[in-house]
């Protein structure tokens, strides 16, 4: 038996008077609901159950007042639907309702943000090189009012900060980049991380774990020529603690557990990993899972125990793929379009007038489009030698152009940030709904492209 809608609103109707986080709970675990949900989903209870607090709030000047650490604990309001059962509702959905509670009526620290923003785009998929993160934190911890997301931090959209008090600066692009020895004024960089600093707004840039992340930049940017079978370029890679395999072999059980001591001895930074198998007349067959700091030291262990007839052998454990995670897109069209047509396309989704095309060799515009690959900003290191009808991307060096139209291959340019700016708008709505209502987030309206046609 499912849970009616229409039901549980009445029941709301009748509670919204008392208190709202007991009456939800009683609903919840109702018989009704505890035999299952599949017709309702959090986004329904949240959605009711902020309504409900934010009118309480207006009669009563006695707030719901919970830990901080419930906050970061919130479910997102998705539409992933839920199922509850007599075993596990209890507990589980009055932690939730604590959560909810503090989700629509508390105010969120710098670090509850961060860790939302974890959440969308794990750090761990930036590309090595990348300086991303929170790069200016203020000394004086503040709740976050205001967000103001950018693609760039320049001077005007400084100035746009300060004057609607902002409390976080999301820039795309990190504003810090290289190493620095000083702070002066001299450089536009530096002078806006000071005054950053003055008005105590913290700094976070995102920049290639947004590029990399499932639903990220580059998704967005391909999803301009519509719908097709996509798939990643560049493949982002797990990060595995243990990167080598040891395998080996002891005479006793004793001399394992002995064995097993010193290796515990050589990693102590991680949770040394081992299996054994079965002893036969050769002896007993074992393996670890080790760091790269701890191989050396490992294997030393291992050959002071390992007579010369015993086996033993190394093996390097690759990373595991992130399906979906990675640089670049490669889009099969659901539906093929001609170059006009996806240049058309391309104009609309990022919102511009312009763009810059270089036919293919033996192309035209009436030329068919059915594959297509993208990588926002600068994307020739990633889509060179990828064999498409067309690149777009937002820059690329003459010669870089040069080699694609040699081979066929048509390319869209948009210039640099105008491939990657629109989708501010569409992460705003992502972090908004993961915030309380306490929490504002606003696109930048004086960021722009520094390049502009005339």
């Not at 959605?47 to 934010?54: A, D, E, G, K, V």
């Not at 991303?132 to 976050?144: A, F, N, Q, T, Y």
């Not at 290639?208 to 996509?230: A, E, I, R």
């Not at 609309?348 to 690959?373: D, F, K, N, P, Y």
Request: charged share 20%; net charge neutral.
């Amino acid at each position: 038996m499912f849970a009616d809608i229409s039901t549980v609103q009445s029941k709301l109707r009748c509670f919204k008077k008392r208190k709202p986080e007991r009456d939800i709970l009683h609903i919840l675990q109702s018989p009704l609901m505890l035999t299952g949900c599949r017709s309702l989903s959090w986004t329904f209870f949240s959605l009711t159950y902020r309504r409900l607090c934010t009118r309480r709030s207006l009669t009563s000047q006695a707030a719901l007042s919970f830990s901080a650490s419930t906050v970061s604990s919130i479910p997102p309001y998705t539409h992933s639907h839920c199922f509850f059962t007599s075993q596990q509702a209890s507990v589980p959905l009055y932690s939730s309702l604590h959560s909810l509670s503090a989700h629509c009526s508390g105010l969120m620290e710098l670090k509850e943000v961060l860790q939302v923003l974890e959440q969308l785009a794990p750090l761990s998929l930036a590309e090595s090189w990348d300086n991303v993160g929170l790069l200016i934190e203020p000394s004086k911890s503040r709740p976050v009012k205001t967000i103001l997301l950018t693609n760039d931090l320049t001077d005007p959209v400084m100035e746009e900060a300060e004057a609607m008090n902002c409390d976080l600066i999301i820039s795309y692009h990190p504003p810090l980049f290289r190493p620095i020895k000083r702070l002066v004024q001299k450089d536009w960089k530096q002078r806006l991380a000071i005054r950053a600093v003055e008005a105590g707004i913290a700094i976070f840039s995102p920049h290639t774990s947004w590029d990399s992340v499932k639903g990220g930049v580059n998704d967005w940017l391909v999803g301009g020529l519509g719908s097709g079978q996509v798939s990643v370029l560049s493949q982002a890679l797990g990060g595995a603690s243990h990167s080598h395999k040891l395998e080996f072999t002891v005479r006793s059980t004793e001399e394992l557990n002995t064995v097993m001591e010193e290796l515990k001895a050589c990693d102590s930074e991680t949770t040394l990993q081992h299996s054994v198998g079965r002893p036969d007349n050769s002896g007993i067959h074992a393996s670890v899972t080790c760091s790269d700091s701890a191989l050396t030291p490992s294997v030393q262990t291992l050959l002071r125990h390992n007579a010369p007839s015993l086996s033993f052998s190394i093996l390097k454990l690759e990373k595991p793929p992130l399906p979906g995670h990675g640089q670049g897109r490669l889009s099969v069209l659901d539906q093929p379009v001609t170059v006009a047509t996806a240049i058309q396309k391309m104009k609309s989704h990022l919102g511009l007038s312009h763009l810059r095309l270089a036919l293919g060799l033996g192309q035209t515009l009436e030329s068919s489009v059915c594959t297509v690959a993208v990588c926002a900003g600068s994307g020739a290191s990633v889509l060179n030698g990828v064999k498409t009808d067309l690149y777009i991307t937002g820059e690329m060096s003459h010669h870089e152009v040069l080699d694609a139209v040699a081979k066929g291959t048509n390319v869209i340019l948009s210039d640099h940030s105008n491939s990657e700016r629109g989708f501010l708008a569409v992460f705003r709505e992502k972090l908004a709904v993961r915030l309380p209502d306490s929490v504002t987030v606003v696109v930048s309206k004086a960021d722009r492209d520094p390049l502009e046609v005339v």
